[in-house]
């Protein structure tokens, strides 16, 4: 089980982490995704990270401004989140994939574990 915290309500250009912790699996094998739902849009990819945590990718609407990052020992990833927009405004979800854990997933399909979200809201 997955289980993504952090989120809440933050002014434009402010920013937020998130955590996404597992329970009942240790985090230290599968590839991490973080996606996340706006109101009335499909599920997008947000950010992943390999296994290892060598290799991470980013959508181009988050590229330099968010990081995602894995403590394996914690069995914890984390999406840092700066200069945060509006249209940043969704629920984000952590998901994991065991079988894609070396390769650079951006397809929600490939994760088959995900947690029940976290709101993020950006608004002043």
């Known amino acids: 089980q997955l289980q993504a915290s952090g989120g809440g309500l933050v002014q434009p250009g402010g920013s937020l982490t998130l955590s996404c912790v597992a329970s009942g699996f240790t985090l230290d094998r599968p590839a991490i995704g973080w996606f996340r739902q706006a109101p009335g849009k499909v599920r997008e990819f947000v950010a992943t990270?390999?296994?290892?945590?060598?290799?991470?990718d980013y959508a181009d609407s988050v590229k330099g401004r968010f990081t995602i990052s894995r403590d394996n020992a914690q069995n914890t990833a984390y999406l840092q989140m700066n200069s945060l927009k509006p249209e940043d405004t969704a629920v984000y979800y952590c998901?994991?994939?065991?079988?894609?854990?070396?390769?650079?997933?951006?397809?929600?399909?490939?994760?088959?574990?995900w947690g029940q979200g976290t709101l993020v809201t950006v608004s002043s």
């Open positions: 990270i390999t296994w290892s945590g060598r290799l991470t």
């Open positions: 998901a994991a994939s065991y079988r894609y854990r070396a390769t650079l997933a951006r397809r929600a399909a490939l994760y088959p574990y």
